[in-house]
């Protein structure tokens, strides 16, 4: 069980939550209706494609998956673990996050499909950084897994077994800050159309920034 939840644990997953409901939300209203920060809907859509053999569609679908695998990749070459610890290079992943979100603005801007493929890499690379702390699974880009945890734990609740309430509060604040994505992520493309990503992409690469601040500090103190 969680029995001391650090404030960087709460602060940083409920900030990359709330930027990856920003992101989905402007691929749904920008990418064709097609979400980028998780891979059921693409996958689904890929299958689709081969059933009616729309080689356009599966080419596109192919490079969407893809594009989100590589983020992953990089992020587990980067980072090098499943468990979220301090010490590890997350600034280096969350500045390239930020790269790859600032790249694609222009390109969906011309209506160009890469637009598209950088911002699944930005959404992979982040759902592989941030995997786990103590034992609870922390996915900040989609929440099919957080409905299913919560569920279970009002389950147990109504059962009359003992859960962790700690690990219920953390499911529900990247429940909340992923909505609370989606909707400021709809409002903002209402006014800025596709710059509405230059807001997620620099609150990454400033957290990116600060992170490399605080580990100087930690390594100063230290010493």
Same mark, same amino acid.
Request: net charge positive; glycine share 12%; charged share 10%.
């Given at each position: 069980m969680i029995s001391k939840l650090p404030r960087w644990v709460?602060?940083?997953?409920?900030?990359?939550?709330?930027?990856? =409901?920003?992101? #989905?939300a402007v691929g749904f209203l920008s990418f064709e209706h097609h979400g980028v920060t998780h891979l059921t809907g693409s996958t689904t859509l890929l299958g689709i494609a081969i059933a009616q053999g729309d080689v356009e569609n599966l080419r596109h679908f192919i490079m969407v998956i893809g594009a989100f695998l590589v983020g992953c990749i990089f992020s587990g070459y980067l980072v090098k673990d499943s468990t979220l610890k301090l010490g590890r290079r997350y600034g280096f992943a969350l500045l390239f996050e930020a790269a790859f979100l600032f790249a694609a603005v222009p390109f969906l801007n011309r209506n160009r499909e890469t637009g598209m493929y950088l911002a699944s890499c930005a959404? =992979?690379?982040? #759902?592989?950084?941030?995997?786990?702390?103590?034992?609870?699974v922390l996915r900040t880009t989609h929440v099919s897994g957080l409905f299913t945890d919560i569920g279970i734990f009002l389950g147990q609740l109504l059962a009359g077994l003992k859960v962790d309430t700690r690990r219920l509060q953390l499911y529900v604040l990247l429940l909340a800050s992923f909505l609370?994505?989606?909707?400021l992520g709809a409002a903002g493309f209402g006014r800025l159309g596709n710059n509405v990503l230059l807001v997620p992409a620099t609150v990454t690469g400033t957290v990116g920034l600060a992170y490399f601040i605080y580990q100087q500090r930690k390594r100063s103190e230290a010493r």
């Amino acid at each position: 069980m969680i029995s001391k939840l650090p404030r960087w644990v709460w602060l940083g997953s409920s900030v990359m939550a709330l930027m990856a =409901g920003a992101i #989905n939300a402007v691929g749904f209203l920008s990418f064709e209706h097609h979400g980028v920060t998780h891979l059921t809907g693409s996958t689904t859509l890929l299958g689709i494609a081969i059933a009616q053999g729309d080689v356009e569609n599966l080419r596109h679908f192919i490079m969407v998956i893809g594009a989100f695998l590589v983020g992953c990749i990089f992020s587990g070459y980067l980072v090098k673990d499943s468990t979220l610890k301090l010490g590890r290079r997350y600034g280096f992943a969350l500045l390239f996050e930020a790269a790859f979100l600032f790249a694609a603005v222009p390109f969906l801007n011309r209506n160009r499909e890469t637009g598209m493929y950088l911002a699944s890499c930005a959404c =992979g690379l982040q #759902n592989g950084m941030v995997s786990t702390y103590s034992g609870a699974v922390l996915r900040t880009t989609h929440v099919s897994g957080l409905f299913t945890d919560i569920g279970i734990f009002l389950g147990q609740l109504l059962a009359g077994l003992k859960v962790d309430t700690r690990r219920l509060q953390l499911y529900v604040l990247l429940l909340a800050s992923f909505l609370g994505g989606t909707i400021l992520g709809a409002a903002g493309f209402g006014r800025l159309g596709n710059n509405v990503l230059l807001v997620p992409a620099t609150v990454t690469g400033t957290v990116g920034l600060a992170y490399f601040i605080y580990q100087q500090r930690k390594r100063s103190e230290a010493r």
